[in-house]
């Protein structure tokens, strides 16, 4: 019995180095190509720990990278640098669809649907949904900025 316990052992620690540097292949899968890259096949490692949503979210990305001329993704390019010099509190505001907005906006904006009912909630949150990102932040702020005007006190 002890024996075979350090067998098994010793087994264990002899397989398991050549375990990971050759991944198990299922009956159906096929080995990947022998031009595969560490980086490639790092990254589709990472492909597989996604959602069908998450992939499909990928797909759609780049079928648009792909649909983009050179001009559009040298623009895009740029857009990103750009962003990623931005202090991180910008960037976390942008991607919270803020893109940069005032915080009295902001508060505006928790506040105004705070107070809506259900049915103004739901009306505006569709038309957001139906807007693109330029968009719905002009419509966020127009919105906020009547809200505000409206709760103003009269001066007397």
Same mark, same amino acid.
């Given at each position: 019995?002890?024996?075979?316990? *350090? @067998?098994?052992? #010793?087994?264990?620690?002899?397989? !398991?180095? /050549?375990?990971?540097? =050759?991944?198990?292949?299922?009956? %159906? $899968? ?24 998450? *992939? @499909?979210?990928? #797909?759609?990305?780049?079928?648009? !990278?792909? /649909?983009?001329?050179? =001009?559009?993704?040298?623009?895009? %390019? $740029? ?36 107070? /809506? ?40």
């Amino acid at each position: 019995m002890q024996t075979s316990l *350090l @067998a098994s052992v #010793a087994l264990f620690f002899l397989v !398991l180095p /050549a375990a990971a540097q =050759t991944p198990p292949q299922s009956p %159906r $899968s096929s080995p990947p190509p022998s031009n595969a890259s560490a980086a490639e096949l790092a990254t589709l490692e990472r492909f597989l720990d996604l959602s069908d949503e998450e *992939l @499909a979210q990928m #797909a759609d990305a780049i079928a648009r !990278l792909r /649909a983009m001329t050179p =001009t559009q993704r040298a623009a895009l %390019r $740029s857009e990103i640098a750009a962003f990623l010099q931005l202090p991180e509190p910008e960037r976390q505001q942008i991607r919270q669809g803020w893109g940069g907005m005032p915080s009295e906006i902001q508060d505006g904006w928790r506040d105004m649907m705070h107070n /809506a009912k259900p049915e103004e909630r739901a009306a505006i949150q569709s038309k957001m949904h139906s807007l693109s990102p330029d968009e719905r932040n002009l419509y966020r702020r127009t919105l906020v900025e009547a809200y505000l005007k409206s709760r103003q006190v009269p001066k007397q």
